[in-house]
T-cell receptor, first 114, second 117 residues
């Protein structure tokens, strides 16, 4: 089945540093999504990417949909303590028996030291 | 907006009892909702797709008689864990699919922590 490889698995950074994480896939997705999950909560949508090559920002967050449609990255600039959480990439399946289903990456655990 | 609620947020039950979890889309109608299970420090695992007015579609390995899903309206889906056992203890999260101009997007509920004693 489809798999998303997300890296790094975890990051420990100082407040103010920039962060970068990425996802690669063995197959093509038509939509890439980035979510953030805090302990005991459900994932919250951060950025949605709909077109290959698309670069989208949401405040200090920037994400890009790879030109091959098999990868995406998320950057966080000038990190702050409240950025702590688990970040998941997800690809939206657009066809076949998996239509409408999300395939999730393994997650990146982000820790920000003040 | 796209707000999805879940109730209860936490539940503790005895082994052998059944537990019902509700998922509601508060400000939009959702023909399709999804139910996920998440173990500590792991990603979300899709259990089933819930379609309003029809039977749910279960992922391979998920027992449909164990995890009963009912999507009775465009804003409510329920997951009932029947005859719960300690191995059913987990974090259950639902999502609701909101139609969009470019594509449908899943918005997640806050999750339900189930502990079976």
């Amino acid at each position: 089945g489809q798999q998303l490889n997300q890296s790094p698995q975890s990051m420990f950074i100082q407040e103010g540093e920039d962060v970068s994480m990425n996802c690669t896939s063995s197959s093509i997705f038509n939509t890439w999504l980035w979510y953030k999950q805090e302990p005991g909560e459900g994932p919250v949508l951060l950025i949605a990417l709909y077109k290959a090559g698309e670069l989208t920002s949401n405040g200090r967050l920037t994400a890009q949909f790879g030109i091959t449609r098999k990868d995406s990255f998320l950057n966080i600039s000038a990190s702050i303590p409240s950025d702590v959480g688990i970040y998941f990439c997800a690809g939206l399946n657009a066809g076949g028996t998996s239509y409408g289903k999300l395939t999730f990456g393994q997650g990146t655990i982000l820790t920000v030291h003040p | 907006g796209a707000v999805v609620s879940q109730h209860p947020s936490r539940v503790i039950c005895k082994s052998g009892t059944s537990v019902k979890i509700e998922c509601r889309s508060l400000d939009f109608q959702a023909t399709t909702m999804f139910w996920y299970r998440q173990f500590p420090k792991q990603s979300l695992m899709l259990m089933a797709t819930s379609n309003e007015g029809s039977k749910a579609t279960y992922e391979q390995g998920v027992e449909k008689d164990k995890f009963l899903i009912n999507h009775a309206s465009l804003t409510l889906s329920t997951l009932t864990v029947t005859s719960a056992h300690p191995e059913d203890s987990s974090f259950y999260i639902c999502s609701a699919e909101k139609p969009g101009r470019r594509t449908d997007t899943q918005y997640f509920g806050p999750g339900t922590r189930l502990t079976v004693l």
